[in-house]
C-alpha cells in the first residue's frame, strides 16, 4: 500500500473529450547525455519530451498530474512474490478526475463529494436497498450451485484431516519455471489449469497421470504477459478465461523496477485451437481474479483488480462476443482482491476482499452496498461462503448463546477471510498475529433492511506467517487450509479453532493457492517455487480413486 499523503494521488480534472492537434518542437532531450540508457526511467525521458509541446497550458498541467498519480499508485505495488512491509493508510479513491467519498452506508442517501477544476459540490448518491422480493425470485428460479460439493457432499473429496487420517504427497511433475501464482479446476473436475508470471498457462489432464496436454499463450501478443488467474468457460469448458499483467517490452520503469505496466486485457482462449479468440478491454493494472457467472438467463465474466475497479462483462452465448462492460460504482477501493456470491440469492449479490476491509455488492445494479471495515491492518485479500458442516446444534451451545439464536430469525451464510498485517517486526512478520477469521453474515428480513456481519471465531498460530499478497484460502465445510510464507500449508479445524496439521511440500517461498477436488480424494497447491502439489490420504489405493471421475 503507498506511504504517500492523499492529495498525492489526487487526478485533477477529466481528460478533454477530443484530442489536441500540437506541433511538436525541438525537445530538451539530448540521448548523448544517456550513455547508458538502463539507467535511465522511460517513463522520465516521455515525461520530459512530453512538457515541451506546444500545448495549451492547461492540458499541459492535466497530464503532469496525472503522471504524479500514476507514479505514485505504481509505487505501491508489489511484486507476486514479495512480502507486505507497508501500512495501508486510510484513502480517498480517485477515479477519473472525480474523488468520490462514500462512508458504510447506514441511509440510503450518501453526500459525494465531487472534486474538478472550477468548483466543488455535493450530489447525493442513491444505495440500492436490499430486495427481498427480487432475491427470493431470482434463487427459485436461477439457484446457484456453488456450495453443493463439501466433505459431506457424498462425493469422494478429502473430509479429515488429523492423525488418524493423514496425507500424504502424490508422485507428480507439474511445474512451471516461474511463480505458478493460482490454478483452477474444470466442472467435470478432470483438468487442471495453471497460471504462471512467464506468460503461460498449463492444462493437466487429472485422469491420465497428471500429464501436459496444452500450453496455451497468446503468440501474437508483443509485449510481456504475465498470467495470475483464470477459469475454464462455457457449457463445454471448451474455454479458458485468463487475466493478469500485461507490460511493455521496450519500456522500463523505476519506480516498479520492472517494465512499465500497460493496461491489462481479460484474454478469452480456445483450449482446443490453443489461441486467443477475443480480447475485453477496461482495466488499468493488473487484474487478481476471474469468474464465471450465470445470472438471470445471461452469462457475465466480473473481474478484479489492483486498479481498484470491479467490473462485470455481460457476454453472448459463446463467452466471447461483449454484449457490455460495467464497473461497480464503488468510489473507495484501491485494490480489489477476490470475490464470492451469496447462497441462495440467485447471484444478486457478492462480497468482495477489498483494501483492508470487506465490500458488499449488488450484481445487478453495480453498486457498493455496505463496507465491513478494518478486518486487517494491512489488507484482506482472500474471502469465500463456504458450508459450515459442524455447526454447534442448538443443544450443544451454552444457554445465553440458546437465546441468542432464538432471537435470530434471520437467513444466514459463513464466510471465511485472510490478510496480511503491517510488518512492523521483521521482513513478513508482524507484531499482530496472522489470523484466518470465520465470519457470519446474516441477511436482512426484509426489503430495505441491512445485512450484518459477525466475527464468529479467528483461527491463528505461534508459526502461521501469512504476511505476504495474492494468498487464498480454501475449505471443505471442515477445514480451513491457509498457506504460509514458508512454503507451508495450515490446516485449522473450524470446529475447535485448533490446528489440526501442517502439510510442508513446498520451498520456503510463498504457497499462492490450494483447492480441493471436489469429487476425489486430492488436495492441490501452488506457489512461489513453480511447482503443484497433490496430497492423498496415505495409503490410500491412489490409482482406483483417481480413475472415477464425474464425467459418468
Not at 477436488?517 to 512461489?528: A, E, K, N, T, V
Request: aromatic residues 8%.
Amino acid at each position: 500500500m503507498s506511504e504517500h499523503s492523499e492529495q498525492d494521488i489526487i487526478i485533477d480534472g477529466d481528460v478533454p473529450s477530443s484530442p489536441i492537434e500540437t506541433t511538436p518542437t525541438k525537445t530538451s532531450i539530448h540521448m548523448d547525455e544517456y550513455k547508458d540508457m538502463d539507467d535511465i526511467d522511460t517513463d522520465d525521458l516521455l515525461d520530459e519530451a512530453e512538457v515541451t509541446l506546444k500545448q495549451p497550458k492547461k492540458t499541459i498541467a492535466k497530464r503532469k498530474t496525472k503522471t504524479t498519480a500514476t507514479v505514485t499508485r505504481r509505487n505501491s505495488r508489489k511484486s507476486s512474490t514479495s512480502t507486505t512491509t507497508t501500512s495501508t493508510e486510510k484513502r480517498k479513491s480517485t477515479r477519473k478526475g472525480k474523488q468520490v467519498i462514500l462512508p458504510p452506508p447506514e441511509d440510503l442517501e450518501q453526500l459525494v463529494t465531487i472534486n474538478d477544476d472550477k468548483k466543488q459540490k455535493k450530489v447525493a448518491a442513491i444505495v440500492p436497498e436490499y430486495n427481498l422480493e427480487r432475491c427470493q425470485e431470482l434463487a427459485s428460479t436461477h439457484p446457484d450451485s456453488f456450495w453443493q460439493f463439501h466433505a459431506d457432499s457424498g462425493y469422494n473429496m478429502i473430509n479429515t484431516i488429523n492423525e488418524t487420517s493423514l496425507l500424504e504427497p502424490v508422485p507428480t511433475n507439474m511445474s512451471d519455471q516461474a511463480a505458478i501464482t493460482s490454478m483452477t479446476l474444470s466442472s467435470d473436475g478432470t483438468l487442471l489449469a495453471t497460471f504462471s508470471n512467464i506468460g503461460a498457462v498449463k492444462i493437466w489432464d487429472i485422469e491420465n497421470d497428471f500429464k501436459l496436454v496444452r500450453k496455451l499463450r497468446d503468440m501474437e501478443e508483443q509485449n510481456i504477459d504475465e498470467f495470475y488467474c483464470g477459469k475454464f468457460a462455457s457449457d463445454t469448458q471448451e474455454l479458458l478465461v485468463t487475466g493478469g499483467k500485461l507490460k511493455d517490452r521496450h519500456r522500463w520503469s523505476s519506480q516498479d523496477e520492472d517494465n512499465h505496466i500497460l493496461p491489462c486485457p481479460i484474454k478469452i482462449f480456445s483450449i482446443t485451437e490453443s489461441k486467443v479468440l477475443s480480447t475485453l478491454e477496461g482495466h488499468a493494472e493488473e487484474i487478481l481474479c476471474i469468474k464465471t457467472v450465470k445470472f438471470d438467463n445471461g452469462n457475465y465474466y466480473i473481474s478484479t483488480s489492483q486498479d481498484g475497479y470491479i467490473r462485470k462483462w455481460h457476454v453472448e452465448d459463446d463467452w466471447t462476443t461483449l454484449i457490455e462492460s460495467t464497473a461497480m460504482t464503488d468510489g473507495v477501493t484501491c485494490m480489489a482482491f477476490t470475490v464470492s456470491f451469496l447462497p441462495n440469492t440467485g447471484n444478486k449479490y457478492f462480497m468482495a476482499a477489498c483494501d483492508e476491509s470487506l465490500r458488499l455488492y449488488d450484481f445487478e445494479e453495480a453498486q457498493l452496498l455496505r463496507t465491513f471495515d478494518e478486518m486487517y491492518s494491512s489488507y484482506c485479500d482472500c474471502g469465500k461462503f463456504i458450508t459450515w458442516l459442524d455447526e454447534p446444534k442448538k443443544e450443544e451451545m451454552k444457554e445465553e448463546d440458546k437465546m441468542d439464536q432464538d432471537n435470530d430469525v434471520a437467513p444466514y451464510s459463513y464466510f471465511i477471510s485472510r490478510g496480511a498485517e503491517m510488518c512492523d517486526v521483521d521482513e513478513g512478520v508482524s507484531s499482530i498475529p496472522n489470523t484466518c477469521i470465520l465470519h457470519k453474515l446474516v441477511y436482512p428480513t426484509k426489503t430495505g433492511g441491512q445485512f450484518q456481519l459477525e466475527t464468529v471465531k479467528k483461527f491463528k498460530h505461534d508459526d502461521y506467517h501469512a504476511n505476504s499478497w495474492l494468498v487464498k484460502i480454501t475449505s471443505n465445510g471442515r477445514y480451513i487450509l491457509a498457506p504460509t510464507i514458508y512454503g507451508q500449508i495450515f490446516v485449522f479445524n473450524i470446529l475447535t479453532g485448533q490446528l489440526s496439521g501442517i502439510l510442508k511440500e513446498h520451498e520456503d517461498l510463498e504457497v499462492r493457492d490450494v483447492i480441493f477436488h471436489p469429487y476425489r480424494p486430492l488436495i492441490f497447491s501452488s506457489g512461489d517455487d513453480g511447482f503443484v502439489k497433490v496430497y492423498t490420504y496415505k495409503n490410500e489405493d491412489t490409482e482406483v480413486d483417481l480413475d472415477v471421475g464425474m464425467s459418468t
